[in-house]
């Protein structure tokens, strides 16, 4: 088995030196340095990489017996017509950003001033003045550290590619931007290797069938990264879903094991994982992965989703100007006679904010960083392959404000949820679990940012807002809360059977079905979306010849159900305990003879993926209703 190292990289730099990208100019300078959300400078992994494969690739001409391949430490670029994602190679290394070993927390910032002469009249050229700050003196010495890890399956082979990597970056002359005209000329490379473990790792034990994740995360994150149309902008989700968490631990069981990380899914079919972890190969396409919410710094609660029930008043009578309406039957104004405002019409402002932060959610700050790819010949940017990547960074806004910023630090906290297991399986399925977590966890995303797993105890993510009783019906009403998008019908169906879709039969058959018609739709508060798209079409063999988009009902949709008989809480008890349902249109589309739990290999939004949450009664819609109920409050 695989073991993970890390190489210990220390980069000294003469001055002056100037890497940018993500950020905008300020008034009197052309370009700035690329500044991370505590406004330290840094050398981006990215660069780093990209200057460790362009001298390597020259090594590799020089020594070609010498050097690993080049795709397999720095992965494949995919093309945008690949027939599938999946190909791509993603790299063996992983560079973290540099930053300096030593820099002032009030730096004197000064400005470069460059200027292209005219060949011909030997004077200065019109427009070609350039002002580059300058954050490091002329002919001073900067280190930089930073880390690169992999993967190897013995201490020998580690320090065989850890030379080789160090060999490589000695060969790099400079680091930064304009190093033609002198900037960033690299003087020193020093490196040391160590065996990675993860003494933070949570230790999942005891009773129960619910084990809280936390993550603080060390590197800046890009979740999802869908490109807009007809731009180079890619923004990042602000929510973790279940599916990347449980594709995030996948990939490092593959890893561990030896095995291709990308195509390989876990099960008993995958004999590297099974030799080693057979219990997690059984089980893992039934294990379920809650989504990663933000929560406050310093807070260990799950944030719940603000329910599209909760309205915007002036005035009123809480500390907020806000209600809730989900107990209504008939529409009410405030005491202004004003119609309530729902949340699609609030304006962003501190009552919002402080809203959503008695809902326990965390505002990640975002930073941008603007990237492209290299011509390996001419060394010049390519045509359209300029992007600007919106990260988030680890820490509530405004982190570099505050001077002891690690509080602002925000914890991401999930669950796994694990299935009905014969008794003597339980302990070891956990057993193999805590050993996987203490074997080197830690990257997730797009560009793998770095975390770190923190025990906030099992009790501790329990959300702010407990039902209003131990039971989950109240008054013989139960008001159902999203707390993650669901699939809760066939669109594509629908439309291609009316002109008209009527939402309120539709979600009315749907909660009839799932429920046994032991509940039925009062009404109901929600949004919906579309999704998939040609990614649905390029993975899932079910959809390979057809573009077939999903609806989804977004988290925080609000359902009001009228319970029509003492089978409803038990249904509801089972929803929130393992996810809504699929509806059975979609279902009826997968082949017969799959295994409930192997859905997801024709659908992502699954409930094993973290899709499908609910909390049934939040006490906000009682305790924040406009005004009396007309069922009467049972409390």
């Given amino acids: 088995m695989n073991q993970q190292y890390e190489l210990t990289v220390r980069l000294t ?34 660069h780093v990489k990209g200057k460790l494969r362009e001298s390597m690739r020259e090594l590799s001409d020089i020594l070609p017996d010498k050097i690993y391949d080049l795709h397999t430490l720095f992965g494949t670029e995919q093309e945008e017509d690949s027939p599938d994602p999946r190909l791509q190679q993603k790299a063996a290394v992983k560079i ?48 930089w550290t930073g880390t690169i890890s992999f993967f190897s399956p013995d201490q020998e082979a580690a320090q065989e590619l850890g030379n080789q990597l160090e060999i490589g970056l000695k060969w790099i002359t400079a680091l930064g931007g304009t190093k033609g005209t002198g900037y960033g000329r ?10 990675h473990t993860s003494p933070s790792a949570v230790s999942l034990e005891g009773e129960g069938s619910a084990y809280p994740l936390c993550f603080e995360f060390i ?32 990939r490092f069981l593959n890893m561990l094991c030896g095995t291709n990380p990308s195509t390989e899914p876990i099960s008993q079919k995958n004999t590297a994982v099974d030799r080693e972890f057979p219990f997690l190969a059984k089980y893992y396409s039934r294990l379920r992965f809650l989504h990663a919410f933000p929560a406050l710094p310093g807070h260990t609660a799950r944030p719940v989703a603000l329910p599209y029930s909760a309205v915007q008043v002036e005035p009123s009578e809480n500390d907020l100007p806000f209600g809730d309406v989900a107990l209504l039957d008939e529409p009410v104004l405030d005491k202004k006679n004003r119609a309530p405002r729902f949340q699609i019409d609030w304006k962003e402002n501190n009552a919002t904010e402080t809203l959503r932060e008695s809902f326990g959610w965390g505002t990640p700050e975002i930073i941008n960083k603007t990237r492209t790819a290299i011509e390996e010949k001419t ?41 009905e297991l014969e008794p003597t399986e339980r302990p070891k399925l956990l057993q193999e679990l805590n050993r996987a977590t203490s074997l080197g966890w830690r990257h997730m995303g797009k560009r793998d940012a770095m975390f770190r797993l923190v025990d906030i105890g099992k009790e501790a993510s329990d959300p702010p807002f407990a039902s209003r009783k131990s039971t989950l019906s109240q008054g013989g009403l139960a008001i159902v809360t ?29 909660w009839d079905k799932i429920t046994g018609s032991s509940c039925k739709l009062l009404r109901f508060f929600a949004r919906q979306r579309m999704t998939g798209g040609y990614l649905v079409k390029k993975l899932y063999p079910l959809y390979s010849d057809c573009y077939y988009p999903y609806v989804l009902t977004e988290a925080g949709s609000v ?24 509806p059975s249109q ?34 906000w819609h009682w305790r924040n209703c406009l005004s009396s109920p007309a069922a009467g409050d049972a409390s």
């Fill in 219 to 250: 590197d800046d994150l890009l979740i999802g990264g869908q490109k807009k149309p007809n731009s180079n902008f890619v923004e990042s989700e602000k929510i973790i879903p279940g599916s990347v968490v449980k594709g995030s631990v996948a």
């Fill in 13 to 46: 730099v003469k001055g002056p030196i100037i890497s940018s990208g993500g950020g905008n100019a300020t008034r009197g300078l052309n370009r700035i340095f690329s500044l991370n959300a505590l406004e330290q400078p840094v050398l981006r992994g990215s």
């Fill in 559 to 582: 359902f009001v159900l009228e319970l029509q008989s003492p089978l409803a809480d038990e249904a509801l008890n089972r929803f929130v305990e393992n996810g809504l349902s699929l």
């Fill in 96 to 143: 973290s950003d540099f930053i300096p070993e030593e820099y002032p927390a009030n730096p004197s910032i000064g400005r470069n001033t460059r200027v292209s002469i005219d060949r011909k009249t030997g004077t200065s050229r019109e427009q070609h003045l350039q002002m580059l700050e300058k954050r490091f003196e002329s002919g001073s010495s900067t280190t």
């Fill in 482 to 510: 999203l707390q993650t998008d669901t699939l809760m019908f066939d669109a594509k169906a629908l439309a291609e059977q009316n002109s008209r879709i009527d939402l309120n039969a539709v979600y009315e058959d749907y």
């Fill in 379 to 419: 060394r010049t940017a390519k045509e359209e392959k300029l992007y600007t990547f919106q990260y988030l960074t680890p820490y509530q806004v405004p982190a570099h404000d505050d001077p002891d910023a690690d509080k602002l630090r925000i914890r991401w906290i999930s669950r796994i949820m694990l299935p």
């Fill in 186 to 195: 690299l003087e020193k490379v020093s490196t040391e290797l160590s065996l």
């Fill in 586 to 619: 979609i279902i009826a589309l997968f082949p017969e003879e799959e295994d409930h739990y192997e859905h997801w290999k024709n659908c992502p939004y699954v409930p094993e993926n973290g899709y499908g949450e609910i909390i049934v009664n939040l006490d």
